[in-house]
């Protein structure tokens, strides 16, 4: 439902895991991460944040914790028996390339993901990348939501690209990468392959591409943003993640998706992922401010101006 | 010299060749190429602009007539005794991946650019991609440049890296691509590698990103100009040599280096090379109007507003 002013509510609909990430100058185990969980970190600051997702009896209380406190509401998160979902990431010297070290779905296995009533209507919804079969599930119990983004991977595009087709008709927006677009367009050219996605339906194309930005792609053309120029990058786990839970959230605060606040929203998610990546987990992305977030936006739009 | 509306004159040191080149989709033999062809074919756009280089007798009447049609200046251009410079080159479906068929240097070997005396002082200067040796000839013979704009690779960097230092020490601008300015600076880290590079006394690095656009970096801190979204491209040779000339083709218009100037600068060069790689060789950039160009430079501005 939506505020007297318009403004919404973000519903985010993904993992929730245990980490362990190692990068060439440090490593960190057993911390915080999923889909989910940066998302719904991102969006928080923004807007009142609902997670929907599974955890096993195993998930630390500290990290149960951190969530609460940040006014993250739990009650779509699901506690199933088994252990929690785990995953583990190397990076090498050049921060664009990683290596899955091991993923264990555990409890994810039989993830049926349910949209806590009270969010069900009229809500800003973020699905986060998983299988496709499992996002229509969640399409078929959202009500009127204000706007839907999805993101997707080379595993479902590749494997089932069909049913990836029938979730990406069903959403108002698309966020994914270069290879995936191209993936999934069937062209080298991103232009192009960013046209086949629109044809399904989707009113908007994001297509993220780490440290050289992100672009926003409608019928009303192209908008472009950069990455923030940072120094010193510590772990890019969650960039994608926490740029798609700012979009939303700044949508949901604006209670609008009108094209201006969709490319403002282009760069709160950029601005947001630039805080996260700053350090391992979710370490900087949760002791953001709203205040941290308006002195970057505010450098961006120097970044552009000619 | 500076006219008296202080625009000014760009000198243009660098190749001539005739290219064979292959893509996924077509090939042509034996057309126009070389980094002073397309940056002077650029600058000629915007600004009065001298050529300094060297052909073989074997040069086509064809293709010096080309450059002379487009009010090009080529009283420094030497013609040598015996073959032009040749090369060849092969894309893959995914454009940014090139080969190096072959490279012939002929008259290139014993190329010793002398820029001609009513050029030598107060001009707009582009080295083009050679031996740091040669620049540095170069660079003794001019007088006052209004701005040197110096480019390099990875051959120059990883055999001679004092000698591309030198260079660097005395120009204004040094544009890389992204691969470049981490070799250079020795670190995988861009904003830090651009830093090494400033710290020797340029005033601007350019990073070239191919797709992706390109940055303009100073003390003044960052700038990023997207690259044209196009459907087709066809040949992408070229395209960093027509940024480089765009851009200082119209700092001499301007006669001005003021950091607005150059920000408008990079997306001049943004707008010429996205042309140049419409067509094979120099089809589409040898027909460019300035109001081609100021047509395509109006769209940046909205590529990037929010």
């Known amino acids: 439902m939506s505020n007297p002013d318009g403004s919404g509510r973000v519903v985010v609909i993904g993992t929730v895991g ?52 940040r006014d ?9 028996d088994g252990l929690t979902f785990r995953w583990g990431g190397r990076y090498a010297v050049d921060m664009n390339v990683r290596e899955t070290t091991f993923v264990r779905l555990h409890v994810l296995e039989s993830f049926d993901p349910q949209v806590p009533p009270h969010t069900v209507a009229g809500s800003f919804v973020f699905l986060g990348n998983t299988d496709p079969s499992i ?17 997707s991977m ?32 069937g062209d080298v050219n991103v232009p192009r392959a960013v046209r086949r996605i629109l044809e399904l339906g989707p009113q908007y194309v994001v297509v993220k591409r780490g440290e050289f930005g992100a672009a926003l792609v ?26 798609a839970g ?20 282009v760069v709160y998610g950029s601005v947001a992922a630039s805080f996260t990546v700053e350090a391992f987990s979710v370490d900087r ?22």
């Open 154 to 185: 080379d595993f479902w595009i590749e494997g089932d690209r069909e049913q990836v087709a029938r979730v990406f008709q069903r959403c108002d927006c698309v966020v994914l990468n270069d290879e995936e677009v191209r993936l999934f367009g």
């Open 285 to 306: 992305l949760a002791e953001l401010t709203r205040h941290d977030i308006d002195s970057r936006y505010v450098e961006f739009g120097d970044f552009a101006a000619f």
């Open 218 to 243: 409608s019928d009303h053309g192209w908008f472009f943003a950069p990455a923030y120029p940072l120094d010193d990058v510590v772990d890019p786990t969650g960039a994608g993640d926490s740029f």
């Open 135 to 151: 996002q229509l599930r969640v399409l078929d119990q959202v009500q009127d939501p204000r706007f839907v983004m999805v993101d």
């Open 246 to 265: 700012a979009f939303l959230g700044s949508l949901a605060a604006a209670g609008s998706t009108h094209e201006a606040v969709l490319r403002r929203a």
């Open 72 to 80: 993250i509401d739990l009650s779509g998160l699901h506690t199933a």
């Open 18 to 69: 245990i980490d362990d990430i190692e990068t060439a100058h440090a490593s960190v185990q057993g911390v915080l991460g999923g889909s989910a969980t940066y998302a719904s970190l991102a969006s928080r600051c923004f807007a009142p944040t609902t997670m929907s997702s599974v955890v096993g009896h195993d998930f630390p209380a500290a990290h149960r914790d951190l969530l609460t406190e």
